[in-house]
């Protein structure tokens, strides 16, 4: 069996379409490492591949769960675990570094949630959040989206528990990139106006009628509902602001968010970079990635 190939990169970076190339290329399938393509409807916000690109190429850790059911890394290692095992090669392709990180140095020591404080942190203001993090770990507090209150949560959860910072307890993780890991960069003016042609997509698509469809759940689940695109378009709905500043906003949080991408991958040792000119196509990327295959 071949070593499996790793294809990461920030949002909007061209990795999708790139992964579908090399996968033509090595006889190989695709599997997701994206934390919101395994829910079923979140379709345009997660740009997940078409239903002609699906049947080019099977894709795995897509669609496989409801609005209602939750997803972590340990449920990504256990779940690509036994899809490895089936394929030759497996690709791996997202921009979920955690999932990536989980796969490929384990899960690290972060105690587990309990019930009670976790009820009790839901109810801490945002702002207590971020000021208790910035407090108790600046490493955490200086790279954390402070809108995303699932991660607030967990951070401040993981200090209240072990006594010890959050950015502490993934210190054994090395950060040593495998055989094969392909790390996809483009020249900033590039991905950022790629990230604003995808969300005016997403919008012209109907992004604003498949959050409207999808409310009751994505309201109901704290973790889905923190999906990037789909936050922002419920506040819409609920009157916060008009479309075009939502739009705007959403635009600049996916660009916050692919900076973020950046910054972790730029952190694994020995990653093969592909940097990728605007001009460049799928299939040209692909082929020069393929002749880097070890």
Partial sequence: MGKPIFI???TASGKSAVALAVAQLQGGEIISVDSMQVYRGLDLGTAKPTAEERAAVSHHLIDLLELSETFDAAKFTAEAGKITRKI??????GGTGLYFQAWLEGLGEAPKGKPGLRMELEEISTEAL???LREKDPATHAAI??????????????IRLSGKP??????????QAPDNFFLLERDRGDLRQRIDERVEAMFA??????????RPALEANAVVGQALGYRQVIEHLRG????????????TRTWKFARRQMTWFRKMKGAIILKVAASEHAEE??????EKIK
């Fill in 285 to 290: 990327t692909a082929g020069r990635l393929n």
């Fill in 166 to 175: 959050f950015s502490e307890q993934r210190a054994e993780w090395t950060g």
């Fill in 205 to 214: 698509a109907g992004l604003v009628a498949e959050t409207c469809s999808l």
């Fill in 145 to 158: 989206d402070p809108h995303n209150r699932r991660r607030l949560v967990r951070a401040v959860e993981v």
């Fill in 8 to 10: 990461a990169g920030p």
């Fill in 240 to 251: 916060e602001r008009d479309l075009p500043n939502t739009v705007d906003l959403v635009k």
């Fill in 130 to 132: 971020v000021a208790e």
């Fill in 88 to 93: 030759d090669p497996p690709i791996f392709c």
